[in-house]
């Protein structure tokens, strides 16, 4: 079935150019009353415009969303709007990159505050109305920065692979109230990616070649907790998993003998993907009783 977004209202932070503004665009083409967020307010009015032009119904903000005030400002006039909010897009976001060694702690800070508590902010400013409501799509913006790391953007990374564990919790606790949260991990030709790729590199890689995985994952029947990889008109999905290791119990010598095995322990046989935190200590316990009594038998 084709994905039908009439009635639905998105906010999509970052959306006045690259990413942000393709994701807009395709809500927009599916139905949905979009808010067009950017810190840069000409950005903002500058596509609303052009999506009232084609028919299309848009607000545009100038929040920043590391502001929780400014957030909630955006919300509220969303609201006031349209009467509700059902789809957020954490898009916003910003580089500064350097090695950790040159990298100064404000700079650290700043990325984490855009990326990661930017998409807390919104993220938490729109929660209580999905509750009540029982329907919520939340996408954050990951990044293979993040998943696999990169040189030259540990502020960046470490920003990244939050929003994964956010997004892991938040899915558990949003499930019964129909919030579904995933994340998306794009490869995209932006501002923020020209200075890093040749442009042979990103002459295929358009932002709204990613703007289908949005789509996927604020569908009616989206899935959640996903980490879904797209660009080029590629799609993957990227997995924190757990190996079954190796039990070695108690003994001087455990950590000589753990060292020696490590390869064991990475071996990838029968790896699985944890529903829950809690499922690595029930994996341990359970394991270890049963060395006990294999030993007593």
């Given at each position: 079935m084709k994905i039908d977004l009439t009635d639905k209202v998105a906010i999509v932070t970052g959306a006045g150019a690259g990413l942000g503004r393709a994701h807009a665009l395709a809500l927009v083409g599916r139905g949905a009353k979009v808010v067009v967020n950017d810190i840069h307010q000409g950005n903002a009015t500058a596509l609303c415009e052009e999506i009232a032009a084609q028919g299309g119904e848009a607000l545009p903000s100038a929040a920043n969303v590391a502001d929780y005030g400014d957030v909630e400002g955006m919300i509220t006039a969303a609201t006031e709007r349209w009467g509700h909010v059902d789809i957020l897009v954490n898009n916003a976001g910003i580089l500064r990159d350097r090695s950790f060694a040159k990298m100064d702690l404000d700079s650290f800070r700043l990325v984490l505050d855009i990326h990661l508590m930017g998409s807390v902010n919104c993220t938490k400013a729109v929660w209580d109305g999905m509750r009540e409501r029982g329907f919520g799509r939340i996408v954050f913006t990951t990044s293979s920065s993040g998943l696999y790391g990169n040189f030259g953007q540990a502020n960046y990374s470490a920003a990244k692979m939050g929003l994964v564990g956010l997004m892991q919790t938040l899915a558990l606790e949003g499930a019964r109230h129909n919030i579904r949260v995933n994340c998306l991990a794009p490869s995209a030709a932006t501002d923020m990616t020209n200075n890093l790729y040749s442009a042979e590199m990103l002459a295929g890689l358009g932002p709204d070649m990613v703007s289908p995985a949005v789509l996927a994952l604020v569908?009616?029947?989206?899935?959640?907790?996903?980490?879904?990889?797209?660009?080029?008109?590629?799609?993957?999905?990227?997995?924190?998993?757990?190996?079954?290791?190796?039990?070695?119990?108690?003994?001087?010598?455990?950590?000589?003998?753990?060292?020696?095995?490590?390869?064991?322990?990475?071996?990838?046989?029968?790896?699985?993907?944890?529903?829950?935190?809690?499922?690595?200590?029930?994996?341990?316990?359970?394991?270890?009783?049963?060395?006990?009594?294999?030993?007593?038998?």
């Open positions: 569908a009616d029947d989206a899935p959640t907790r996903r980490i879904l990889l797209a660009g080029a008109g590629g799609f993957e999905q990227a997995n924190v998993t757990m190996t079954h290791g190796i039990h070695l119990g108690r003994g001087e010598d455990i950590a000589e003998r753990l060292l020696r095995r490590l390869d064991e322990v990475a071996d990838r046989d029968n790896e699985f993907i944890p529903e829950v935190g809690g499922v690595q200590y029930q994996f341990e316990v359970a394991r270890a009783l049963d060395a006990t009594q294999a030993s007593a038998a």
